[in-house]
C-alpha cells in the first residue's frame, strides 16, 4: 500500500533546489534570457487585455497593480517585474547602469532607431532583462501616452542566487 506524506512534491522541489549544481555566467545569462522572454510576453499579453476589457482601469494596470498574473510570475521566477518610461530616468530605485541603460532606449526611441531586449549584470548578485515594448502596443499608448517617446520597457530583475537555486540540473546539460 502506497502512502504518501502531505506536501511530498513540496520537499521533493526543495531537496532538488538544494541540489550542488555548476553553473557558469553564461548559463545563468541563457536561463535569464529564456526566463525573461517567457515573464515579458506573459505580463505582457495580461497587461494589454486587461487594458482592453477595462480601460477605466488603466492606471492601476500601467503600475502593474490589480493584475495578480504578474504577481504570480514574480513568485514562480522569483523576480521583480516593473514597467519603465521615460520618467524613469530619475527613479532613485534603478542603478546607475540600468539608467544608462534606460536612456540609450530614449535615444533610440526618440530617434526612431531599433530596440532589442538585453542582459545586464548588476554586481555579481543580479541580473536584469530589459525589453522594449513595440509602439503598436496599446501599453505604449494607454500607459505612456505623455510622453512624447510613448517608450515602454519591461524590466525583470532576476536575483543570481535565486536562477541557481531554482534552475534544473537536467536543464543545465542542455546549455553549455
Request: glycine share 2%; net charge positive.
Amino acid at each position: 500500500m502506497e502512502r504518501r506524506v502531505n506536501g511530498s512534491k513540496e520537499a521533493v522541489e526543495k531537496v532538488k533546489s538544494m541540489q550542488i549544481k555548476r553553473v557558469t555566467t553564461q548559463q545563468v545569462v541563457t536561463i535569464v534570457d529564456d526566463w525573461g522572454q517567457r515573464i515579458v510576453k506573459q505580463a505582457q499579453a495580461n497587461l494589454e487585455n486587461s487594458l482592453a476589457k477595462s480601460p477605466s482601469d488603466a492606471a492601476a494596470f500601467c503600475q502593474l497593480q490589480k493584475l495578480p498574473q504578474i504577481d504570480s510570475l514574480e513568485k514562480l521566477y522569483t523576480a521583480e517585474i516593473n514597467l519603465l518610461g521615460t520618467k524613469d530616468l530619475k527613479n532613485p530605485a534603478l542603478s546607475a547602469k540600468e539608467q544608462e541603460i534606460l536612456d540609450a532606449y530614449v535615444y533610440n526611441a526618440e530617434n526612431k532607431l531599433s530596440q532589442i531586449p538585453n542582459i545586464q549584470k548588476l554586481g555579481d548578485s543580479a541580473l536584469v532583462y530589459n525589453a522594449p515594448v513595440s509602439l503598436q502596443s496599446s501599453i505604449c499608448h494607454k500607459c505612456f501616452g505623455e510622453d512624447a517617446t510613448h517608450l515602454a520597457v519591461w524590466r525583470v530583475k532576476f536575483k543570481r542566487s535565486e536562477v541557481i537555486r531554482k534552475v534544473n540540473a537536467k536543464s543545465l546539460q542542455k546549455i553549455k
